[in-house]
């Protein structure tokens, strides 16, 4: 066995949507796994705080100002990361939105806002950093996918749509171009304190827990929230040589949550 098959020793990975929350574990993870990080986000706020929380860590990542639903801004990121740090070896489909709002109150821009973050920007990303795996004969797509790739809940009609639709972009990518021994995998956290999920723990004003973060308690084995923390391994696994063989797959970080009917009340 290569004792180095989860090194990521010269390789170079983008993280998108890596300012904070799970994209910034992961990026974290690669880097001290040996990967050069760029990362991209909308915010200069959220840019500046982030190379500074980087660069806490030891970490020289460079970050970019780019939405990803802006095909231009990624084109013009992807070949400025690839004269910089070199072709992208690594990349992790991160950056995404929820709006959470009753299907017949939400407008269609609002669901289509949402889609095209969390889906059609994978495929404009992905497209972007492909040629470049293909020419290497060699790379890896991580899509960050969901239990929402799953299941359904009330209010998140456009974000369980992309998610699945998310998972079956993923296999696609992995038919596609498992020629050119690039592997696309799907990662699915679970429920993750993150800012994304924070109103849905937020303390009631009687001191007591929202509702929701004790319905995810009683629906977790582990009885917790994940953290970004409890993403770092999976993600590196699918970025390494360890994941070679792996293609196509959804690999889920839920604390059990897919197999587990529930705490009885
Ligand atoms: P988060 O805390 O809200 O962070 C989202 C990140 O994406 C931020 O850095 C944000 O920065 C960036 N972003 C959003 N829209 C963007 C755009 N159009 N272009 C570029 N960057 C953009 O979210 P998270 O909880 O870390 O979630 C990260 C991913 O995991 C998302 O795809 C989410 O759907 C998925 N996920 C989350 C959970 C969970 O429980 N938290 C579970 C399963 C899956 P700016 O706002 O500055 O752009
Ligand atoms: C929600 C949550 C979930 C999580 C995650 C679960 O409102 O149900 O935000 O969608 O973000 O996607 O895996």
Sequence with gaps: MNQDMFS?????????????????????????????IAFNCRSKEHLDTALANYRQKGIEAKGYLCDVTDEAQVAAMVAEIEQTLGTIDILVNNAGIIKRIPMTEMSVEEFRQVVDIDLNAAFIVSKAVLPGMMEKKRGKIINVC????ELGRETVSAYAAAKGGLKMLTKNIASEYGAYNI?????????????????????QPDGSRHPFDSFILA?????????????????????SEASDFVNGQ????????????????
């Design 8 to 36: 990521l020793q010269g390789k170079v990975a983008l993280v998108t949507g890596a300012a904070y929350g799970i994209g910034f574990a992961i990026a974290e993870a690669y880097a001290q796994a040996g990967a050069k």
């Design 146 to 149: 969901s239990m929402m790739s």
């Design 183 to 203: 592997q696309c995998n799907g990662l699915g956290p679970g429920y993750i304190a993150t800012p994304q999920t924070a109103p849905l723990r937020e303390v």
């Design 219 to 239: 629906k977790t084995p582990a009885n917790r929230w994940g953290t970004p923390e409890d993403l770092m391994g999976p993600a590196l696994f699918l970025a």
């Design 250 to 265: 959804i690999l889920y970080v839920d604390g059990g949550i897919l197999a587990y009917i529930g705490k009885q009340p």
